[in-house]
């Protein structure tokens, strides 16, 4: 292969929040360091921060004013991150980010990131899910967008290197120690494959996202396949709560994450024929007061958790899918047996809450389309520009798609990996977040962890020797890997990827049993042993596919080792079943973590989680009447 080689400090792989924040770190922190940002795709266009869009995208922050008040505020919300995660997450770490917040928002403030504000000039923050207070500020539908650009303007007014249109698709392991020593690269504008970078850095960051292109039905973007998953595990570093993926209802046309105001205008759920099902997943007598009680809140209840009971549509909708029908949300008319009236006195408070104009009380009961243009026609515009027209009848197909990894590398209080070298931030990383997140925490989470991975990775990047003295043998057999895969014969690339995302959505989304987890792994080994080949999509995305092996086995087998039912991880006893296993706090608050050992077998261990007593503090004094 045609190999360069570059050196330096710190190296960022990935380019959404959680990377640019690294490296901007690094550089303020280190201003003579040599930092480098490889990407797979372009600057300020590729991943996840640089495309995403939801109805008001929220960035979590504890700022002196938020509510409940006082100089000890944070602590309310580090409890809600500890005690929301299910108690299967380091509480230290969310602590961490609870007390960082308000000073992540002020940076981005600092950047020209245009936070709404209210007209005494604070931040202006409303009641997420999962959040107990006011937290979630916001600039509108494209915050993420906002925070990204604005980032990227900060990166190129700095003296950071960019690598574009790189696949990392391996660590470089020192030759005498147990540290990682930079990545190798694979050319994505190769036409050949044969171009292949190798980084040497004293220090390196993972903060390449989620990998949800492990799953058929998704919503992230193409190149977010869960690659750092599979280097990281490869390499030897810890993985922690695998199993917590966060799925829920979106549309297939458009990746749109039908949460809040999409729930709350109460469509119909009806498969391609027009037949309503949601009904029959409920009991006989279930009164439609209760359905649409459940369907009103699954709008405040997105993604799907164990600890809500609207986890029914989510099922409801994943049992018909998986019996060969298409699944539309209708806006036309409203669901059998409905009428506005049936709503409780605080769902039809909170729906003229979140009005922003009044239609009527006719219009309103007429239809779900009427609804959603009253609290949200912002919604019914997008999707008319992308060719989804509500106004004539259309309907939203949707699926049950992943939407964000809980779970990832796991990290300490410096974003320092079980690896010295290693960083990891973003969604990639793992241990500050357990089972649920509340909302506008994976922005938060990016901002916070991203700058304290690269100020320690520009730290240790001063103390560590330059000169790289990597593992020659692990660096051989790499290559030789890589060079199989040009000329091996196998299954093609193309054909592995799609048969591994089916088995992950069949077998690991929201419907879990033991069977189908153990017959996922193997189907997944069978596969595996054809071998992947190189075809026509290239290189480097035959080297990804190969890391997305490892993804999907540590999430089956966690998924396998956790045998409740907690967040998003539904366990279900049998296939007829559509309650889940309960969630059982005596045996299961710990976290499971997996490192592949020498042999290359994978090594499941429970432990459990670091704690501090904060939230134990506030639960004692939530019992005894104080706030």
């Known amino acids: ?45 590729s991943g996840v921060t640089a495309k995403a869009c939801s109805d008001r995208m929220a960035f979590h922050a504890t700022l002196p004013y938020t509510e409940p008040g006082g100089p000890d505020n944070w602590r ?17 770490l969310a602590e961490i980010m609870a007390r960082e917040s308000g000073s992540a928002l002020e940076y981005l403030l600092n950047l020209g990131v245009p936070f709404v504000k209210r007209p005494d000039g604070k931040v202006d923050q409303f009641v997420t899910d999962g959040s107990e207070y006011a937290r979630a500020a916001y600039t509108g539908p494209y915050t993420a967008v906002d925070i990204e650009q604005a980032l990227v303007k900060r990166v190129r007014s700095l003296d950071i290197e960019l690598m574009e249109h790189r696949a990392a698709v391996f660590l470089l392991r020192d030759g005498y120690e147990d540290k990682v020593m930079g990545v190798a690269a694979l050319n994505e504008r190769d036409p050949r494959g044969e171009a292949l970078d190798i980084v040497y850095a004293a220090a390196t960051v993972l903060a390449t996202g989620g990998g949800g292109q492990v799953f058929a039905l998704n919503v992230f973007p193409e190149e977010n396949t869960g690659s750092s998953y599979g280097m990281a595990l490869n ?83 994943y049992k018909e899918i998986d019996k060969g029908h298409r699944v539309f949300l209708d806006y036309a008319e409203n669901p059998r047996g409905f009428s506005f009236e049936l709503l409780s006195e605080r769902n039809r408070d909170r729906y003229t809450g979140e009005m922003r104009q009044n239609l009527g009380e006719e219009a309103r009961r007429a239809s779900p389309l009427n609804r959603l243009r009253e609290i949200n026609p912002q919604a019914v515009e997008w999707f008319e520009e992308r060719w989804i027209n509500l106004s004539a009848g259309e309907k939203i197909e949707v699926g049950i798609c992943a939407q964000h990894f809980q779970g990832g590398v796991k990290i300490r209080e410096r974003a320092n990996s079980s690896l010295l ?37 520009a730290t240790e990047s001063r103390k560590l020797k330059k000169l790289p003295i990597v593992n020659d043998t692990l660096l051989r057999n790499s290559l030789e890997g890589l060079e199989d895969l040009k000329g091996r014969r196998g299954l093609a690339a193309s054909q592995v990827r799609r048969e591994i995302k089916k088995i992950m959505s069949r077998s690991a989304s929201v419907f879990r049993t033991e069977r189908r987890l153990v017959e996922a792994l193997r189907e997944l080994d069978a596969l595996r042993r054809e071998k992947v080949a190189q075809d026509e999509a290239g290189l480097a995305f035959a080297a990804e596919t190969v890391l997305m092996f490892p993804l999907a086995e540590t999430i089956l087998r966690a998924s396998i080792t956790r045998d409740e039912s907690r967040g998003p991880h539904l366990r279900f006893a049998s296939e007829e079943d559509i309650n889940p296993i309960p969630r059982d706090d005596e045996a299961w608050h710990k976290y499971i973590v997996i490192r592949r050992t020498g042999e290359g077998e994978m090594k499941i261990e429970t432990r459990n989680p670091i704690t501090t007593g904060n939230s134990a503090i506030l639960e004692r004094q939530r019992r005894h009447g104080r706030p």
């Open 1 to 45: 292969m045609n190999i360069s080689k570059t050196e330096c400090d710190v190296l960022v792989v990935g380019s959404g929040g959680a990377a640019l924040r690294a490296a901007i770190a690094a550089k303020e922190v280190s201003p003579q360091a040599r930092v480098l940002v490889l990407t797979k795709g372009e600057l300020g266009k």
């Open 76 to 92: 309310y919300h580090a409890d809600d991150v500890y005690r929301m995660g299910g108690y299967v997450s380091d509480e230290d």
């Open 235 to 317: 390499a030897g570093a810890e993985l922690v709560n695998m199993e917590f993926i966060q799925f829920g209802a979106a549309s297939l046309a458009t990746n749109f994450n039908c949460s809040g105001s999409m729930f709350r205008a109460l469509p119909r759920i009806v498969d391609e024929d027009g037949r309503e099902f949601l009904i029959d997943y409920f009991p006989a007598d279930t009164p439609f007061a209760q359905i649409y009680d459940i369907l009103f809140r699954k709008g405040s209840s997105w993604p799907v958790s164990y600890e809500h009971d609207t986890r029914i549509v989510d099922v409801a909708i």
């Open 421 to 457: 070298g290693l960083y990891a931030a973003g969604e990639c990383a793992g241990g500050q977040h357990g089972a649920n997140r509340p909302g506008g925490h994976s922005l938060l989470d990016c901002q916070v962890f991203g700058r304290i991975a690269g100020e320690n990775a």
